[in-house]
């Protein structure tokens, strides 16, 4: 059974991670943007098709931004590492700008 300090300092945290998300989310959008920034240009507009030759990237490209969706966030101020689930804003980033369907479970 939790003591009423254990029950404060989890409150604490849960005040601490929800204070943090959207900075966390903020830092993790623009971590994503960086990367499809990068290679958005090799996925036809209209015809949403793909040079051959720019196959690995893109995947490699995805797979770097799919990795971000269990994102941890360091708070700067207690040096507290947090941990967030952004799966979904990470689905809509990679079907809005490179046409990739992400399962989320």
């Not at 601490?16 to 996925?43: K, P, S, Y």
């Not at 708070?75 to 947090?82: G, L």
């Amino acid at each position: 059974m939790e003591t009423a300090k254990e029950l404060r300092q989890g409150d604490e945290w849960h005040s601490q991670w929800e204070a943090n998300f959207d900075n966390a989310r903020d830092e993790c959008m623009t971590e994503a943007d960086n990367i499809v920034m990068e290679v958005e240009h090799i996925v036809g507009d209209l015809d949403q098709r793909l040079d051959v030759q720019n196959t690995l990237i893109l995947a490699e490209a995805i797979n770097k931004v799919i990795q971000l969706r269990y994102y941890t966030y360091i708070d700067q101020f207690n040096n507290v590492a947090y941990d967030y689930d952004f799966s979904n804003d990470i689905k809509m980033v990679l079907q809005d700008r490179l046409s990739f369907e992400m399962e989320v479970r």
